[in-house]
């Protein structure tokens, strides 16, 4: 069963730009979510996906942005990119409320650095 | 609101020896916990969980945890660690938010083993 794939791995980017990463969940998930990770701040919840509407949100701007496809594949979306940025994102999927306990599956994730 | 605690962002041992992580959490209620594991450069890896079953919960790689309710703390231990088990080690609570589960996760705690 193949696992949860992020895309890009690496990407650098400069002040001010956009940027949109990719995770595809494991098959048969249907809530994604989406965390980011820095030294200074460890991880951190951004949002959570599931039958293509955002059901919980952190406490982050409103430059940090994500949506869900029909076939649960999400994308994250970071405008005007400020330096802070620089983080490693990382998705997880999980099965459906009720069938689970919330155990994630994390992809490998995607490092952005901000220049 | 909940709050996870890792006492230790780094913890040093000698290969063969036990292995203690320590983490406490606060929740209003019986929590769900676990702990990841996160090696260089990729996601993070479920170790083990607690559900509310037995209170000793046995995980991978020989890693196990015992929930204790009356000092509230999910402290992570191994017999004896192996060179392999160098690594970042997550402990997390999961709250139920609008029909998913939320989760806080601790700073972290880096394990370091000497040969």
């Known amino acids: 069963k193949a696992g949860v794939t992020q895309t890009p791995r690496y990407l650098i980017k400069t002040r001010g730009q956009q940027v949109t990463l990719s995770c595809s969940p494991i098959s048969g998930h249907r809530s994604v979510s989406w965390y980011q990770q820095t030294p200074g701040q460890g991880l951190q919840f951004l949002f959570e996906?599931?039958?293509?509407?955002?059901?919980n949100k952190g406490n982050f701007p409103g430059r940090f942005s994500g949506r869900q496809f029909s076939n649960s594949r999400s994308e994250m979306n970071v405008s005007t990119l400020e330096l802070g940025d620089s983080a490693l994102y990382l998705c997880a999927s999980s099965l459906p409320t009720g069938l689970d306990t919330g155990e994630l599956f994390f992809g490998e994730g995607s490092r952005l650095t901000v220049l | 609101a909940q709050s996870v605690t890792q006492l230790g962002s780094h913890v040093s041992v000698s290969e063969g020896a036990l292995v203690l992580l320590r983490c406490n959490y606060s929740?209003?209620?019986?929590?769900?916990l676990f702990w990841y594991v996160q090696y260089p450069n990729q996601g993070l890896q479920l170790l083990l969980k607690?559900?509310?079953?037995?209170?000793l919960v046995k995980g991978i790689n020989g890693f196990e945890a015992e929930f204790k309710k009356s000092e509230t703390s999910f402290h992570l231990t191994k017999p004896s660690a192996h060179m392999s088990d160098a690594a970042e080690y997550f402990c997390?609570?999961?709250?139920?938010?609008?029909?998913?589960?939320?989760?806080?996760f601790g700073r972290g705690t880096s394990l370091i083993v000497h040969p």
């Open positions: 607690y559900t509310s079953a037995a209170t």
């Open positions: 929740s209003s209620v019986p929590p769900y």
């Open positions: 997390a609570v999961m709250r139920g938010v609008g029909g998913s589960y939320i989760p806080t």
């Open positions: 996906y599931f039958s293509e509407t955002q059901r």
